[in-house]
């Protein structure tokens, strides 16, 4: 057996203020919860260490009216162990959750689902990059058989997956919408995107078109949106000047820019992309109302 490590005067200091900084963290969650400010979901949310170490049996306790018997008869029925800490909480298990306890007055509402959709071009990834700095959203995180292009991160911009690994994402149906683009293939996890709608985040997905019809049929209240050009001309301006294309690749984005355009009518919203800063205060403030 080996000996614990040893630590030096200093260290153990250190671990034993960072344990006493959890132990505070913890508390005041706690507290925020029993006074009813806070709900259990935003708590499974919160990113600090000491918080995704917390023992859900402890968060669930502190609900008012709830307290630990309840909590552990809550916890039975939905298959988490005793043991199990905030962090390892898994999407079928926050699910159940939020039905046992949609009763309660802390109750976040469930995040809407956000479609944003339009032409190749437009300008959809820098007004949902934009999103990504507002704590009310998540931008789903796309799986891909394209290569990634420079500056893009694993993990950030894309999953980038091999065929025969997105092939069998399809087969597990693990996807919530998936479609041929330009070549390659491009698909929704679905797991994350339930996740995070339970967290009370509003999820925005930044798709084309085919997708978007899909997430439509299956996701009826959705809220679609259409991102359009000023003109035709502006669109064609974009789709030439972006250097990372090779000029057969230009070609088919034009001829599906066009084919994309004709879509616009089916969307709940259609947003003329002349402003950045308006289409967002637009998007925003629809995207944020609740439909449930
Ligand atoms: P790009 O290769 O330029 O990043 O993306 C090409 C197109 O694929 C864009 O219109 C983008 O919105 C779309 N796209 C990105 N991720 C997905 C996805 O998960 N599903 C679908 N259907 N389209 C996607």
Same mark, same amino acid.
């Given at each position: 057996?080996? @000996? &614990?490590?040893?630590?030096? &005067?200093? %260290? ?10 959890? *132990? ?32 859900? $049996? ?8 709830? =307290? ?8 039975? *029925? ?25 009763? /309660? ?8 689902? +956000?479609?944003? /959709?339009?032409?190749? =071009? ?8 934009? @999103? ?16 990634? *292009?420079?500056?893009?991160?694993? =993990?950030?911009?894309?999953? #980038? ?6 092939? /069998? ?29 339970? $967290?009370?985040?509003? +999820?925005? $997905? ?10 439509? %049929? ?6 679609? #949106? ?29 001829? $599906? ?9 089916? #969307? ?12 967002? /205060?637009? @998007? ?5 109302? *609740?439909?449930?």
């Amino acid at each position: 057996m080996s @000996l &614990p490590p040893q630590l030096t &005067p200093e %260290q153990r200091a250190a671990a034993l203020a960072q344990a006493k900084r959890s *132990r505070q963290e913890r508390a005041e969650l706690k507290n925020r919860i029993a006074r009813g400010e806070l709900s259990i979901f935003e708590a499974v949310n919160d990113e600090r260490e000491s918080i995704r170490r917390m023992k859900v $049996l402890e968060l669930i306790s502190s609900v008012p009216g709830i =307290g630990k018997v309840r909590a552990q008869a809550i916890m039975e *029925r939905h298959h988490i162990s005793p043991s199990r800490r905030l962090g390892g909480l898994g999407v079928h298990q926050l699910t159940g959750l939020r039905g046992e306890l949609s009763v /309660s007055k802390v109750d976040t509402p469930r995040g809407n689902l +956000v479609v944003i /959709s339009g032409p190749g =071009g437009v300008g959809k990834s820098t007004i949902t990059s934009e @999103l990504r700095n507002d704590p009310r959203f998540w931008v789903s995180v796309s799986a891909t058989t394209r290569e990634p *292009r420079p500056g893009e991160k694993e =993990g950030v911009d894309y999953f #980038f997956y091999s065929e025969e690994k997105f092939h /069998s994402m399809i087969e597990a149906d693990e996807f919530l919408e998936w479609a041929d683009f330009a070549g390659n293939r491009y698909g929704t996890p679905k797991e994350p995107v339930e996740k995070m709608r339970a $967290l009370g985040k509003h +999820v925005i $997905l930044e798709i084309e078109i085919a997708g978007a019809r899909q997430v439509r %049929q299956r996701e009826g209240e959705a809220k679609m #949106f259409f991102i359009a050009p000023p003109d035709w001309d502006e669109l064609v301006r974009r789709l030439v000047s972006r250097g990372t294309d090779s000029p057969e690749r230009r070609a088919a984005r034009l001829a $599906l820019a066009e084919q994309e355009m004709a879509a616009a009518p089916e #969307f709940d919203e259609i947003l003329i992309n002349d402003q950045v800063d308006r289409v967002l /205060s637009t @998007l925003i403030s629809l995207a944020t109302s *609740r439909t449930e």
